[in-house]
């Protein structure tokens, strides 16, 4: 097969992650030729899409298990994404204004919880202290019943939820606004990358080939087994953990309320979303537990699950370090019996109290269609269990593994990319630009 057209850029796979990339590219670089291949139809039909995630901005206000340090890198990253809402998307349809919280549950909690406010205060200068008169005021739902003391971190007037399959469309509608040459290639499925002697990169698809000079994978699970079939992350293996959710039979809360964490299971404690997708009807969730898939909804090759998995006496070491933990072991085998049909709710609305505590199993569904594949990544050389995202960078060629909080962080990760690869190709970034319009917090 002749090939003429040789593309400065090819990006594989059409998430959030990956459409942050394109724009990053088209917007702020004078590279001119780019191709995005993404196997389903439209751009963030996974993990990006609504009903996969929680729709959370993760900015690292209400998320107990960032420390300081970690939620001043979250901020940054997540306020690129207000930041291009606010100037690009449109509040009300990609992003929302709501008011949030976390909320601490009895004095060990509270005592936590204030000792977090005096420190975090200084970087979220809009959090306010809760206590009970308040939240009674605004959230009632959260008192009716309780035993315990309660007191939360709040804030108004951010944004705070995101529509990420609509900020990615944003992102590829204002990509296709430069004057850029870029190819959309939809329901089209990247099966092999390899090098060529030229140093450019063969890109073979379920119908065609194309070539590229260099490639950035978002490809979600499959990114790691794009990189160790090119021999590449051979340290790496994937823990895909799936997460499901439950709906409020009718809508009980307006704020999002999220509670603090148990540090062993960062990302485990279990939050109320109002869904944008479901007229703000509260979203209870996500569970987390082991699953034989990369993609939640869709079959897949046992070849690539068993290759995600990547299992030695190091990954072996990891799982069993997981199990010895009494408090890691009893939330796994919760979270089992969580998605167990007709009994589950009655598992999971004993973690859901703690946010209503006059909640019963009978007020809430199983949200059907609803939930997400976070491929959590296992260092084999460290034995141990990364918790946020993780990258392979090779000459001309990018692996983004993209677990929670991937999506907040998509800006972020796709500036460092788009940098990366002007490096490689002698192209230029124009960081001026990109400072004012996306990176300038306009807190
Ligand atoms: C339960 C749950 C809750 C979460 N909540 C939040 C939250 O509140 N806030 C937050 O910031 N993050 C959250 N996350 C994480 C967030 O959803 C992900 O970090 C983010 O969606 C990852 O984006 P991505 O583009 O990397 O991956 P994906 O959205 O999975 O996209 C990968 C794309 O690659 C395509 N693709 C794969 N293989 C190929 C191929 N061979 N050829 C062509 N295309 C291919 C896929 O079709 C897909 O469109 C949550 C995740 C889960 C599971």
């Known amino acids: 097969m002749v090939i003429n057209k040789i593309f400065d850029v090819a990006v594989i796979g059409g998430g959030v992650a990956g459409a942050a990339f394109l ?26 899409n609504p009903k996969a995630n929680s729709q959370t901005l993760h900015v690292g206000d209400i998320e107990t298990n960032y420390t300081f340090e970690k939620a001043q890198k979250v901020k940054k990253a997540s306020f690129m994404v207000s930041n291009y ?9 990609v992003g929302f204004v709501r008011d949030k919280m976390i909320l601490a549950v009895g004095e060990e909690e509270i005592v936590k919880l204030k000792e977090r406010y005096e420190q975090f205060k200084e970087l979220y200068p809009y959090i306010e202290l809760w206590d009970e008169t308040k939240l009674a005021q605004i959230e009632p739902k959260l ?6 003391l309660i007191m939360a971190i709040g804030a108004t007037g951010q944004i705070t ?17 430069t004057d850029k040459n870029i190819q959309m290639r939809y329901n089209e499925e990247v099966t092999k990358i390899e090098r060529n002697e ?17 490639v950035v994978v978002n490809a979600g699970s499959y990114s790691l087994l794009f990189a160790q079939a090119m021999g590449y992350g051979l340290n790496y293996a994937t823990l895909p953990i799936g997460g499901s959710f439950f709906f409020a039979k009718e809508k009980l809360l307006n704020t999002k309320v999220y509670t603090m964490q148990n540090p062993k299971l960062p990302f485990a404690a279990v939050h109320a979303d109002p869904d944008c997708t479901q007229e703000w009807n509260t979203r209870f969730g996500p569970t987390a537990f082991a699953l034989p898939r990369l993609e939640r909804y869709h079959s897949l090759h046992l070849k690539d699950f068993f290759n995600a998995l990547n299992i030695d006496k190091d990954v072996m070491h990891v799982y069993l370090d997981l199990f010895a933990d009494k408090t890691i072991r009893s939330y796994i085998f919760r979270n089992v ?35 997400g594949m976070r491929p959590q990544i296992i260092d084999k050389s460290k034995r141990e269990l990364l918790l946020g995202e993780a990258k392979i960078n090779e000459s001309g060629i990018i692996f983004n593994m993209t677990p929670s909080p991937g999506a907040s962080s998509s800006l972020s990760i796709a500036m460092q990319d788009a940098q990366a690869i002007c490096d490689y190709l002698g192209a230029t970034f124009d960081t001026q630009k990109h400072q004012s319009e996306i990176v300038e917090s306009s807190l």
């Open 23 to 48: 724009f990053t590219l088209a917007r702020y670089t004078d590279i001119k030729d780019i191709i995005l291949f993404e196997k389903y139809e439209e751009v963030s039909l996974l993990n990006s």
């Open 85 to 93: 809402i606010k100037k690009f998307g449109k509040i009300g349809e």
């Open 143 to 148: 008192l009716e019943e309780r035993q315990e």
């Open 161 to 177: 939820t995101v529509d990420f399959k609509k900020l990615s469309e944003s992102f590829v509608q204002h990509a296709l606004d």
């Open 198 to 214: 030229e140093g450019n990169y063969h890109i073979v698809t379920d119908t065609t080939q194309f070539v590229a000079k260099s």
């Open 337 to 371: 019996l969580e998605e167990l049909p007709t009994f589950g709710k009655d598992v999971f609305v004993k973690d859901a109290q703690k946010i209503i505590p006059s909640l019963k199993a009978s007020d809430i569904e199983f949200a059907d269609g609803y939930g």
